[in-house]
């Protein structure tokens, strides 16, 4: 991992070469290299992260670095520095954009466990938020079953509801069904 993590380090000076503040901290994150951590995506909480824009192909309306220190901006690379030297025992998270082919290819596995993680993460709350909408269904299909039982002049429109219920809770289950089947695939990778 620390290799790949300098292969990608170096690659990214190459790349950016006439970019100083990229060249500044990539020159830093090289001499921390087992605190480097690059994500899919930035943390707002982090204690230390920055965003690296390192384009040759297309021009995009972003900094080429941002750096930021428990989620606040610090545009100047050198302050980011000082304020990274104090937080020693602190991960730095990098979040890479790129149009560069050998730079995505480096930083695809780095990146990989981490996206995994978020799209497992992803599909348990959706399971947990369907698991409620389910249980909602179910309350209101008893209590229209319920009305049924009380109400006989309103059977005809009870029935459309339970129908509507019904099918929701199919619905719902089958939802549930995929995202336990997602979860099972990604565990066993």
């Given amino acids: 991992m620390r290799e790949q993590v300098e292969r990608l380090l170096v690659q990214i000076a190459r790349v950016a070469v006439q970019v100083p503040s990229i060249q ?3 020159g830093y994150m090289l001499s921390n290299l087992d605190r480097v951590r690059f994500v899919h995506q ?3 909480d982090a204690p230390l992260a920055m965003a690296i824009s390192a384009h040759r192909r297309i021009e995009l309306p972003l900094a080429p670095w941002q750096g930021f220190i428990r989620g606040v901006p610090l545009p100047d690379p050198l302050m980011w520095i000082q304020a990274a030297a104090s937080l020693q025992t602190e991960p730095i998270t990098v979040r890479l954009s790129s149009d560069e082919p050998g730079l995505l290819q480096l930083l695809g596995p780095l990146v990989a466990p981490e996206q995994e993680r978020a ?3 992803g599909w348990e709350t959706r399971m947990e938020s369907v698991r409620h909408e389910l249980d909602r269904a ?5 209590e229209v079953r319920h ?3 009380v109400d006989h002049d309103r059977i005809a429109e009870l029935e459309k509801f339970l129908g509507i219920a019904e ?3 199919q619905g719902m289950g089958r939802e549930l069904k995929m995202l336990r089947s997602r979860l099972e695939e990604s565990t066993e990778k």
Avoid: F, H, I, P
């Fill in 119 to 121: 799209s497992r993460a």
């Fill in 42 to 44: 930035l943390q707002g």
């Fill in 167 to 169: 099918k929701e809770m």
């Fill in 147 to 149: 009305l049924m039982e």
């Fill in 24 to 26: 500044v901290v990539v």
């Fill in 138 to 142: 179910l309350d209101l299909y008893n």
